[in-house]
């Protein structure tokens, strides 16, 4: 017997979780309603001025619709800065506005209890401080701006904006305007709404970055200030982005809406400025600076993807790839696709676009709809300890709001998010949670920097600390028959049962050992003891298989998966865990791998929000481990006879044809004349010229409206339904080499769709060994043919086919049997076959008027009710738009003009006779179009007859057009006209011809969505012919007699009726010659001959 053996290979994987922000126990602060308290948000520290205390973590806020502490100001706007406490109002105002006396010089001696109101020169009121807040990071300034400051003048006031400049301590350093006395006469075309502040930065190297949106009619620009203390080396030169005609951007761009900092091109610190209206889709503008230069250098531009984006409304800058370079990150909050809104952009090959102009292709992330993702960026620094940077991203529209965490790698950010916090996930939620975002500082000092969210809504933020992570090493090791352990386990025969774990027993098994080892990722750091829950599940994890061949343990369990808990102390870090897996019997599929995940997990208490005033909760105390090495998945593959290689490389041949008459042009396409069979047969035959297939499986992938019937094999192959469209026949596990099998597979085309001219057969076989050759489906085509031979055939049926009596108006007929008596045409719709008509209609040319040479007619065949159809499979009449059924509205009544004494008269017309001759006149009435033709019978008597009908225009018509559904073979459908004759057309008209035909005519029409072939058409077109004569009593052929001679016959009648009797007489014709026995005298003679007569006589 061939010896199947099982190896075991490892694979490594990295699954993405929830990571290592904790939301259960944030850090929240309040400010006052309506302040928009958290609109801004900056992590700060402040380093002790002897470096030997531990360093002052401030969460600073800015609230731009906060009082301010200055007087006399309403709404002005205040920075916050606030403690890492559980408190959540016990933030303090920083003390910036209200120490400016005239001459606009700042006095940091004046106390905060004594500060001064506004100059006469300025507005305070409404100027938003607090609209950008940035710290410089640990130790360094800190920057609030006022985007709405108003300069006032005696006759104009001017938004031009300012920003203070803090010390670590948050004491006064400087006032920054940009654009104080610049010129402003032509108001917003120059400097007069400046808007200074909108966005910001502080450098590394002491310099500040002020976005500056509104100078020169929007167009923007940022001016960059040196802000170190050293005054007098160093560099005081204010340099700005190219402005007026020689400005990157049009009007109301808005460049400066954003702005960052970075060493983007490997050369040193370059500078990125958001302009999200440029160019209808936003842009960013990239510069340079050369000393002592005040314009800056365009560098390039990188432009939005899709108009209204707001593409660079926030950027921010992070070495998201470790490669030492800054990459940019660029949002378009208003991003929309379908079920998407917001993207974000991370460039990381700026350098290569500056040196080689070659354009930058970004890694583009996108939120859900509707959510503005991207409103608000941050570099958290490296979260995770992987030596690259990670970003968080704000999207505070989804829900309440929602914060995505990713991370950076080697090959840049990875775009999926490895942890998404939802308002939600916080004991408290807040509105706009992610409106703004600030990170990289290590808060709470744990060795992880944090994350400051701000939701202005709720006018609070909340500060999310960071777990320590432990990192955990899995690995899986092997076990030999010897007990000792290597990297690669001896060949595994399926077949066998037992295995060095468990001898002695009666299934197949192998075993291994799962092992992790755990250390902390700060090493200054020692880990404490660890409880960790340890999961290994077989095959079914991922969902794509419901069950596994193998099971973990004690046979009677049979369980695939196991779960056990591991201590791992401060003494041993380390732990490997035996398991012994078993083959379930029977099982088929011996060349796919069998695939194991094993999991780690910590257990530990859930962490508790603490009340106000309590400590904060030691964040040491819920650590969590690595993700990207807590889980592994590793996989044992069989390993068949198929080679040196261990590799069985296969080579199926399959053949296949179809049951129908070939194409004698075309190779594998074929005719299926629909009827006249009854199934559609696929005989396939599949070989194998190479080594032996595992699973090798024959499929035929088939039209939807095909329904498969069943198959049989010269082999032991097996086919059922994949599903609606794919039939799968197994035909050996192994198939073995030079092994042969047919298979006819049957199909039932009884419910092929109607508009299907093509059918398609796809056929193919595969196995789980390797394929020597690839090879194309086999494609087999039949064309279909829908043949039904359809006919028509019309009658008419006629009630009192007399016409006459008085002419009546329109007007005066109330009643339908007023207007004359019925006619009903009938329309025999018959199907020969051999297929089926799904659909048909029937358009019948109704005569409703007489032609004449007016807009309307005289009514001829009144239709009183909607036609009806009657089949099998249902149908449906319609009239045309403007046609309706009894258009007087005449009431129905019974009498005896309903009742049906002539039998059906056929279409048939009557024969004209051999010897006739047609006698045309024109009518006096010029309304009148239609002529009578004169007939002359083998009698030789004249006939005057009129015809109307639709086909040779004598009578107005419309088209009756009714559809007939699902007409089988041999089966018909009736069509029934049912209409009133205008008894007053005809006698007013032709009272003295001696007969009328009225016609209707109908045909068939196929749909041009339905494929059906009919060979004679000739049948499809019928005529239904109703005869009607003039009632016999109203029929006069001469003129009147007149009076007198009527009086005159009267007399000379009644004269010789006289003169006859009297002659008669005369002769004795009124005398009779034979006594009558009956007579007096006679009676008496008998009585007396007779006594039973006399008897009688006296009764």
């Not at 606030?82 to 109002?89: A, E, M």
């Not at 009121?125 to 005696?154: E, F, P, Y």
Request: hydrophobic share 35%; aromatic share 8%; glycine share 8%.
């Amino acid at each position: 017997m061939k010896c199947y053996q099982l190896v075991l290979v490892v694979l490594n994987v990295c699954l993405v979780h929830g990571f290592n922000l904790e939301p259960r126990i944030p850090v929240i602060k309040k400010g006052l309603s309506g302040s928009y308290f958290g609109y801004s948000v900056a992590e700060h520290q402040e380093i002790p001025d002897d470096d030997k205390g531990r360093p002052k973590s401030w969460m600073l806020i800015g609230a731009p619709l906060g009082q301010n502490r200055q007087p006399e100001t309403n709404r002005s706007g205040a920075l916050w800065q606030c403690p890492l406490t559980t408190y959540k109002t016990d933030c303090t105002q920083v003390i910036t506005d209200g120490r400016s006396t005239e001459g606009s010089l700042y006095d940091t001696n004046i106390e905060s209890d004594d500060l001064i109101p506004p100059g006469n020169d300025e507005i305070k009121d409404n100027q938003w401080l607090g609209v950008t807040v940035r710290s410089q990071g640990i130790g360094g300034k800190v920057m609030v701006c006022a985007h709405r400051h108003i300069v006032k003048t005696a006759d104009s006031q001017w938004g031009q904006g300012q920003c203070y400049i803090l010390t670590q301590d948050l004491k006064y350093h400087d006032l920054k305007k940009p654009c104080s006395g610049k010129p402003t006469n032509k108001a917003h075309e120059q400097f007069g709404y400046c808007q200074a502040g909108t966005s910001g930065v502080l450098t590394s190297e002491d310099r500040v970055v002020i976005g500056t949106p509104g100078p020169h009619t929007w167009r923007g620009t940022l001016y960059l200030f040196t802000v170190s203390e050293e005054f007098l080396t160093r560099d005081n030169t204010v340099y700005n982005a190219p402005m007026q005609d020689s400005s990157p951007v049009n009007k109301y761009s808005y460049l400066g809406m954003s702005v960052t900092v970075g060493n983007f091109f490997g050369t040193g610190l370059a500078y990125a400025a958001g302009a999200p209206r440029s160019n209808g889709t936003g842009q960013v503008v990239l510069l340079t600076r050369r000393d002592f230069k005040p314009d800056m250098d365009v560098a390039f531009i990188l432009d939005g993807e899709q108009f209204a984006s707001s593409f660079g409304y926030e950027i921010t800058s992070a070495d998201v790839n470790g490669d030492k370079i800054t990459d940019l990150i660029v949002a378009a909050p208003f991003y929309f696709n379908k079920a998407e809104g917001g993207a974000v952009y991370v460039y990381t090959t700026l350098q290569k676009t500056y040196k080689e102009r070659e354009k930058s292709k970004p890694i583009k992330l996108v939120g859900r709809e509707e959510s503005r993702f991207g409103f608000a960026l941050t570099n958290l620094g490296d979260l995770n300890k992987d030596g690259y940077e990670d970003i968080a991203i704000g999207a505070p529209y989804e829900k309440k709001g929602t914060v995505y965490i990713y991370l950076g790698s080697k090959n840049g950010i990875i775009t999926v998010p490895s942890q998404v916090i939802h308002a939600e996930d916080m004991p408290e939620p807040l509105q706009t949670f992610g409106y703004s975002l600030s990170g990289g500082i290590d808060m709470d000092q744990n060795g992880y920097s944090d994350l400051l969210v701000g939701a202005y809504e709720n006018d609070a933020v909340a500060l999310l600390r960071s777990k320590k992570i432990i990192d955990i090493t899995t690995y899986i090791r092997y076990l030999k028959k010897d007990g000792t352990v290597q990297d690669k386990i001896e060949p595994i025969d399926p077949n066998k049962v037992g295995c060095p774990g468990d001898p002695n027993s009666n299934h197949t098994c192998f075993s291994f050992e799962a092992c992790c080892k755990t250390e902390s990722l700060v090493k200054e750091e020692d880990l404490q003891n660890l409880k960790l829950n340890y999961y290994i599940e077989a095959e079914t994890y991922s969902g794509v298989k419901k069950f596994s061949r193998v099971w973990f343990g004690a046979e009677y369990f049979h369980l695939h998966y196991i779960n056990r808990t591991v201590n791992l102390d401060t003494k041993k870090l380390e732990h490997c865990q035996k398991e012994i897996v078993y083959l379930k019997e029977n099982t088929r599929d011996i060349q796919s791998p069998i695939k194991f995940r094993l999991n780690y997990s910590l257990i530990q208490e859930e962490p508790i929000m603490p009340a106000e005033g309590e400590p904060l909760p030691d964040i040491k105390n819920y650590p969590i481990l690595n993700q990207q090495e807590s889980a592994r998945v590793f996989e044992a593959t069989f390993q068949k006879d198929c080679g040196n290689n261990d590799i069985c490389e296969t080579d199926l041949q399959v053949k296949a044809r179809l049951n129908l008459s070939a194409s004698s042009v075309k190779p594998n396409f074929y005719e299926l004349l629909l009827g006249e069979r009854d199934e559609v047969v696929v005989d396939v035959n599949v070989s194998n010229i190479g080594e032996s297939a595992y699973e090798a499986q024959l499929f035929i992938i088939h039209s939807q409206s095909l329904n498969y019937i069943a198959s049989k094999s010269n082999d032991s192959a097996i086919c059922n339904l994949h599903n609606a469209t794919i039939v799968g026949c197994s035909i050996g596990n192994p198939f073995k080499k030079d092994k042969v099998v047919n298979i006819q597979v049957r199909f039932d085309p009884k419910e092929l769709e109607d508009n299907k001219s093509q059918l398609e057969f796809v056929i193919f076989a595969n196995s789980t060994s390797k394929e020597i050759k690839e090879k194309e489906p086999i494609k087999l085509q039949a064309t279909v043919l829908k043949q039904a031979e359809l006919s028509i055939k019309g009658s008419a049926k006629i009630q009192w086919a007399f016409y006459g009596g008085p002419v009546v108006g329109e007007s005066a007929i109330k009643h339908l049997n007023e207007v004359g008596p019925k006619v009903s045409h009938v329309y025999e719709v018959f199907n020969e076959g051999p297929w089926r008509v799904s659909s048909l209609e029937v358009r019948i040319s109704w005569p409703y008027e007489v032609a004449n040479d007016k807009a309307h007619g005289k009514w001829l065949l009144y239709l009183e009710e909607l036609p009806t159809v009657q089949a099998l499979g249902d149908g449906e009449c319609i009239l045309p738009s403007g046609q309706v059924v009894n258009p007087l509205k005449l009431q129905d009544s019974v009498s005896y003009d309903d009742i049906d004494v002539f039998q059906s008269i056929t279409s048939t017309p009557l024969p004209l006779p051999h010897n006739h001759t047609n006698h045309m006149r024109i009518r006096r009435d010029t309304e009148k179009v239609v002529n009578t033709r004169t007939i002359i019978d083998k009698e030789g008597h004249r006939h005057q007859v009129v015809s109307m009908n639709c086909k040779t225009g004598t009578a107005k018509c419309f088209d009756i057009t009714c559809f007939i559904y699902n007409l089988q073979r041999k089966q018909e459908a009736i069509i029934t006209v049912k209409a009133r004759l205008w008894n007053s057309t005809l006698v007013e008209d032709y009272p003295k011809v001696n007969e009328v035909k009225i016609g209707s005519n109908a045909k068939i029409v196929i749909p041009s969505n339905v494929i059906i072939q009919q060979e004679n058409l000739k049948d499809d077109y019928a005529i239904a012919e109703t005869i009607v004569y003039p009632d016999l009593l109203d029929h006069q052929d001469g003129e009147p007699v007149p009076i007198w001679i009527i009086i005159v016959a009267i007399v000379a009648g009644l004269l010789l009726f006289i003169l006859i009797t009297l002659v008669l007489r005369k002769l004795g014709f009124f005398k009779r010659r034979r006594p009558d026995p009956t007579l007096s005298g006679n009676l008496e003679k008998h009585r007396d001959d007779n006594p039973e007569s006399e008897a009688l006589f006296k009764r």
